[in-house]
């Protein structure tokens, strides 16, 4: 068990008559690139939700081991501390600040970690100086390891959507996280930004040490990048296993990716 990341048990989550999640256990190793796959309404966004304390369930438990190795419980907890245990998210729809330049938007990242805010930074206080000095080394590190230094000056609301997916991956990386929880990284994306996409999302995996967990609707992106699935329809768990696995699963089949798996790949 010691090296557990997320370890979730009998989640129920309803609202009023909708139960989003239906008695759903799963876990997550340290390290690993995991994905949550279902169709639409199947509850992958709510999972998200309930794992980093902006939805709080009815029922179950959800564990996360820390920095230190010490079990947290997620749930009653908000959202801002669960992001300080160092879980990191990007969201379904674009959240950055679209009239501020692509360094602006990491960079604020960086900030709020380090607890400086936006005021303080915009103050310039004396006492923050340094933290600032910081805050601008580590957002140049992680425009290049995105592949965005040339457009660090750009202004986020004119960058193709494939940039801001890398834009919202170097704000989540901002935070120095132990894990990335990625919502639909390639929505929006050409087949070319897709794959890149992928060798960005594996090499925060294998170069940062940052274990990923992603919702992916695109079957051959997330069959080529994940580790292990879990599969979602109604709320609830009807499959987990490889890639392989999967796609061999009668009841995925039935369910959710189509009469074939040649089907489902073309997707
Ligand atoms: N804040 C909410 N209020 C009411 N119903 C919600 C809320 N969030 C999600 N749901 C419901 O939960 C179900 C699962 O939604 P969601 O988690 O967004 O699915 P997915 O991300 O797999 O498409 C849907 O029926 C949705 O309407
Ligand atoms: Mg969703």
Redesign the pocket.
């Known amino acids: 068990m010691s090296d557990t990341l997320f370890d979730v048990q009998n989640v129920t989550?309803r609202?009023?008559g909708?139960?989003?999640?239906n008695d759903v256990s799963l876990h997550q190793d340290r390290g690993e690139i995991l994905a949550?796959i279902?169709?639409?309404?199947?509850?992958?966004?709510?999972?998200?939700?309930s794992l980093t304390g902006v939805?709080q369930p009815q029922e179950g438990t959800i564990n996360f081991v820390g920095r230190n190795g010490k079990t947290l419980s997620i749930i009653g907890r908000k959202a801002y501390r669960v992001a300080n245990y160092g879980v990191a998210r990007t969201f379904?729809a674009s959240r950055m600040f679209s009239a501020l330049s692509t360094f602006e938007n990491v960079k604020i990242g960086a900030e709020s970690h380090r607890g400086i805010g936006v005021v303080g930074a915009m103050l310039h206080g004396p006492g923050t100086r340094r933290d600032e000095k910081r805050s601008d080394e580590r957002t140049v590190e992680l425009l290049k390891f995105v592949g965005l230094t040339e457009k660090a000056n750009t202004i986020a609301a004119s960058l193709s959507y494939g940039d801001r997916r890398r834009l919202e991956i170097a704000r989540g990386l901002a935070t120095d996280p132990q894990v990335l929880l990625l919502?639909e990284p390639a929505a929006g994306t050409n087949p070319s930004e897709k794959l890149e996409l992928a060798n960005l999302i594996r090499r925060v995996r294998d170069d940062m040490g940052v274990s990923i967990l992603l919702?992916e609707h695109d079957m051959k992106l997330v069959m080529s990048l994940a580790e292990r699935l879990y599969v979602?329809n109604f709320?609830g768990v009807i499959a987990e296993g490889t890639p392989e696995e999967i796609r061999a699963n009668p009841v995925v089949i039935e369910a959710y990716l189509g009469s074939t798996t040649e089907d489902a790949e073309s997707k």
């Open positions: 989550l609202f009023g909708v139960v989003s999640l949550v279902g169709p639409n309404g199947a509850g992958k966004t709510s999972l998200f939700n939805y379904q919502d919702i979602l709320g």
